[in-house]
């Protein structure tokens, strides 16, 4: 699959109009193919612009070290009762492997989304390898970007 990400940094190098009405549609694009790979558990879903907000966060937050990835140190640091934003990549298989992560979130009334790419996921946090569950620690060199996002978060409906 490929990382949205690189796709709009590649089309902003090529381009030499600067145009950004194309490279917006550009996103939201790729963005709608990324929806078409979700798991049927994939809810609550955050919206394109709630997705890159929650990106612009973990990239602060992984240059303070605030981040946890992966889904055995997230599931540790939940039961430890450490607070913070729970982001789930929405294209994971076997959903087994993460599955039980929002039911711990929703005993421990922890926010938590799922975006469409465990790829995007994994580049947003500095790293090369794709992610399926990051959670995000609050600190206060990003306070305002996280009150954003856990806002946000906060407002998506629960599934049923």
Known sequence: MYCTFFAAAQSKKEKTTGEEEEDTTGTERSYQQLITNLNP??????????????YKCIKKASKLKQIRRGVKEVQKFINKGEKGIVVLAGDTLPIDVYCH???????????YTYIPSKVDLGTSAGSKRPTCVIMIKPHEEYQEAYNECLEEVASLPLPV
């Open 41 to 54: 558990i994939a809810q609550p879903l955050a919206s394109r612009k709630v997705t890159k907000k929650i």
């Open 101 to 111: 992560i929002p039911v711990m979130c929703e005993e421990r009334n922890l926010p």
